[in-house]
């Protein structure tokens, strides 16, 4: 498929300049002729246009667009003065259905620079009433019209983009060529004859519109001058293997049809080999597909020999010599390099979702009937190679236009992408999975980018096993880079290897890879090893499509009491084959049941702005002051009335863990270890967070306030508030102070304000209070341990009463609700005293007391009475 690109029109427009220049004099050429690609981004210099000037801006495709305020017309002129012995050309794009309220013109001569008035001139005219809108050449003199020739009826009776030539000969006669795939394949659209005019001074656009169509008229590539006569003969472009047994060339412009499909012109070595067949491809008549009998051999360097064709001009090729080889595919020699889901609103890229490839190998590679699967919907290539080392542009037809001025593009019917994520895959024609990416909104690492356009772009190329680590968002100030290398791009060879080993029963270990990983190397049980005794696993369970997380089932037992060390073989390898290592092991411990205060919240961001030197971003730090491992899976973390749930986690004794929103997970990269949840807000002014471990049993907790700050101007934002003593974390009083690290918060370290916090007072039952006959409340000196706070045999109680059970009020772990054996009587004063097994957090034991209550009587008139 012949795909046209800005290289290539520059090419072209400097192919005439060339060529003028060779047959006139320089000066003469600047006055007779213009060229105008506007690829200054200017129209009102270098060649000025005026006119309706308002109504028009230069694109980011760097294409003159009309972009008028309201319905009505438009119209740009400039400098021409050329008409007889000329050539005429330009691209025009119409993104509606043509008629007669919505047109455009192109004068190519004009004596009038107001368009909209009398003159006398030629125009070309696109739309009109109907549905058989054609290409239709007309004369103007003063308001009087008159029909020169008609090209193909109902051609542009729909949306088009249309490459166009036209030729003003010596004798009067008129050609009028066009090719609709917006290349230069130029087929002869309309002939006549009329040469009444012989002067005039500007070359001109004018448009008609209605409202729905204020900015769907495009144009681009503006040539006017003398008849090129073409002496350069063709170049080939690109060969292509299309398969083992068949070559597709591209060359530079059509190709005279016998000359092309004479396989006596073609001949490869080594074989001496032939052609059986050799035909231009359909409507594609500069390109040939040659057919061989005999398969190439994979790894074999041949050369192909050209020699006698010749273009429409008879221009001859003479000899050509092109080596090439058979290219075995593999998985990933074709990437899926970029990403615009969400083009609206625009930063500076056409309003068009894409998808880019980018080919890997140093080979040519044809895509022919390649499918790409969006989610569950197949879309299938046609037609089109992606050269070694290049980049193709997978888009709607209708955005070709417009996305080709950034490289090589290939049309996918119907184009759609899920703005929040997809499974986007490519299989080549043998139903291979070459390419795979599954990407999401949280991928662009920048929440001000997730809302449109923006694409997403891999960061290397080369090392797509890396998942989400590879990709983020464009940095580049048009919002992305089509056709070209990534703004992000960066060599990324992240070498394989477990990210986690987390045992997850007595007898399974799950694995967690930091990358894609392949599956067949993964299934060898043999390729792991467990200390003391080196025990292959008994089986491997596999979780795909990406395969980055195993489990491993052995038949002996975990011990709680020993520590275990996985070996993993050099034969485990990535999904491009990159082997794990030598030596590469994972020692761990089987997870024991947590205890209250084995993790505490250590570190709390609730304001994080302005920022010193951390992320803007609200966090939290935990911390294990255990000396085993935990696993935080099916943890909840409540801030307020708000549970945040772990999912896969483990914290490493006397590990740091930072919390926060999911999206800031790139900002905290540095920082240490990071877990992200969906939602997570911390309000300024203060809330109670919880941490509770799977059984919903507290482990810890703050009532976090903005009086921590004190006085000082740190309460203002951009300071967290650290703990000052892990080892009394229930503590709270001059406990919490103001972050002092230079950066603001020393989130995964630690604490600025580490000191010891001596706390040697013993906390004491303070009272009792029935809330009914049979309930009453404990209330504690201070937070104390629930467990032992909770025994019924940790309390003695007067005339005979006992205690049912008892539960936590709160978090908070001082009051505590009893439920009495009997009900109390009224007026009857009983008391309960705690033992001393009860402690407070730094193991202080509970003072022996005891306290009164009772079920009181309702005063009656006059004895109670205000005093004072």
Not at 34 to 60: K, M, Q, Y
Not at 644 to 662: A, G, R, T, V, W
């Amino acid at each position: 498929m012949r795909l046209y690109n800005t290289l290539k029109k520059k090419a072209n427009l400097l192919k005439k300049l060339m060529l003028l220049m060779s047959c006139f004099g320089y000066f003469q050429i600047l006055h007779a002729q213009f060229t105008d690609d506007f690829s200054d981004g200017d129209f009102l210099a270098n060649p000025p246009w005026t006119g309706t000037s308002e109504a028009f801006i230069v694109n980011a495709a760097k294409q003159l667009q009309l972009n008028a305020p309201m319905e009505g017309m438009a119209y740009l002129t400039t400098a021409s003065s050329s008409i007889e012995s000329t050539e005429w050309s330009f691209w025009i794009k119409l993104g509606f259905s043509p008629s007669a309220n919505n047109f455009a013109r192109i004068y190519l001569i004009s004596d009038q620079e107001d368009l909209s008035g009398d003159l006398n001139g030629y125009y070309l005219q696109f739309g009109e009433s109907g549905s058989i809108d054609a290409i239709e050449l007309f004369k103007q003199q003063g308001q009087n019209t008159t029909s020169i020739c008609r090209g193909t009826d109902g051609s542009i009776a729909s949306s088009f983009a249309i490459r166009i030539k036209v030729v003003h000969q010596s004798d009067g006669q008129w050609l009028i060529y066009s090719d609709p795939t917006g290349n230069e394949n130029f087929q002869l659209e309309a002939v006549g004859m009329d040469s009444s005019i012989t002067t005039g001074n500007r070359f001109g656009i004018y448009a008609k519109f209605t409202s729905s169509n204020i900015t769907k008229m495009y144009f681009d590539d503006f040539y006017t001058g003398p008849i090129i006569v073409d002496t350069i003969p063709p170049e080939l472009l690109s060969l292509t293997v299309a398969s083992d047994s068949s070559i597709i060339l591209e060359f530079s412009e059509p190709l005279e049809p016998t000359s092309a499909q004479n396989t006596n012109n073609y001949s490869v070595t080594p074989g001496d080999l032939h052609p059986l067949e050799a035909s231009l491809l359909p409507n594609i008549v500069s390109s040939v597909r040659l057919i061989f009998s005999d398969p190439f051999q994979s790894g074999v360097n041949y050369t192909l020999f050209i020699n006698n064709l010749i273009d429409l001009a008879g221009n001859n090729t003479g000899p050509i010599f092109r080596q090439f080889s058979l290219h075995s595919l593999q998985p990933y020699d074709v990437v899926i390099n970029e990403i615009m889901a969400d083009p609206d609103p625009s930063v500076g890229l056409p309003l068009w979702e894409y998808i880019e490839l980018y080919n890997t190998t140093t080979a040519e590679i044809s895509l022919n009937n390649w499918r790409l699967q969006i989610g569950s919907t197949p879309k299938i290539i046609n037609d089109v190679s992606i050269g070694p080392q290049a980049y193709l542009i997978l888009c709607r037809p209708e955005a070709q236009s417009e996305l080709s001025a950034y490289g090589a593009t290939a049309p996918i019917a119907s184009l759609s992408l899920n703005n929040t994520g997809q499974v986007l895959q490519l299989f080549d024609d043998r139903n291979i999975l070459i390419s795979r990416v599954s990407y999401t909104d949280k991928w662009y690492r920048d929440a001000s980018k997730s809302n449109g356009g923006w694409s997403l772009e891999q960061i290397d190329p080369l090392s797509p096993c890396l998942g989400s680590k590879n990709w983020m968002a464009s940095i580049n100030i048009s919002g992305g880079t089509p056709g070209g290398i990534n703004s992000v791009y960066s060599t990324n060879q992240l070498i394989p290897l477990p990210e986690m080993v987390v045992p997850i029963s007595n007898h399974q270990i799950k694995v967690i890879f930091n990358q894609d990983m392949d599956s067949l190397s993964l299934i060898d049980r043999t390729n792991y090893s467990i200390s003391p005794n080196l025990e292959n696993p008994e089986s491997v369970e596999l979780s795909g499509p990406d395969f980055t997380t195993i489990i491993l089932h052995f038949i002996t037992n975990f011990d709680s009491a020993s520590s275990y060390i996985l070996y993993f073989s050099t034969q485990i390898h990535n999904c491009i084959g990159q082997a794990i290592p030598e030596n590469t092991f994972w020692e761990f411990n089987i997870s024991q049941p947590s205890q209250i205060f084995d993790v505490i919240i250590s570190e709390i961001m609730a304001d994080p702005d302005p920022p010193v030197h951390l992320p803007n971003a609200e966090y939290v730090e935990i911390f294990n002051r255990s000396n085993h491992s935990i696993d935080l899976s099916g943890w909840n973390f409540c801030i307020g009335s708000s549970d945040h749930l772990f999912d896969l986690c483990y914290l490493e004794p006397k590990e740091y863990l930072i919390l926060s929103h999911e999206k800031y997970v790139s900002d905290f990269e540095t920082f240490g270890n990071f877990y992200g949840f969906s939602s997570f807000s911390l309000p300024n002014s203060g809330e109670a967070i919880v941490l509770k471990n799977e059984k919903g049993e507290v482990i810890h907790w703050v009532d976090y306030q903005q009086e921590f700050y004190g006085k000082s101007p740190k309460q203002k934002g951009g300071w967290s508030l650290e703990i000052v003593d892990i080892e009394n974390p229930c503590t709270i009083e001059g406990n919490w102070l103001p972050s002092i690290a230079p950066d603001g918060g020393t989130p995964g370290q630690k604490n600025s304000v580490s000191a010891l916090l001596m706390d040697t007072t013993l906390p004491r039952l303070s009272r009792a209070y029935p809330i009914d006959p049979q309930k009453i409340w404990l209330y504690f000196s201070e937070s104390v341990n629930q467990i032992e706070a909770t025994r019924t045999e940790n309390y003695s109680l007067s005339d005979g009463l006992t205690f049912l059970n008892i539960h936590a009020i709160d978090h908070r772990n001082n009051i505590f609700e009893a439920e009495l054996s009997s009900e109390l009587t009224i007026g009857v004063i009983h008391t309960v005293s705690a033992k001393n097994t009860i402690t407070d957090c730094m193991g202080n034991l509970l003072r022996d007391n005891e306290v009164k209550f009772g079920l009181p009587l309702r005063p009656s008139m006059g004895k109670l009475i205000i005093n004072e």
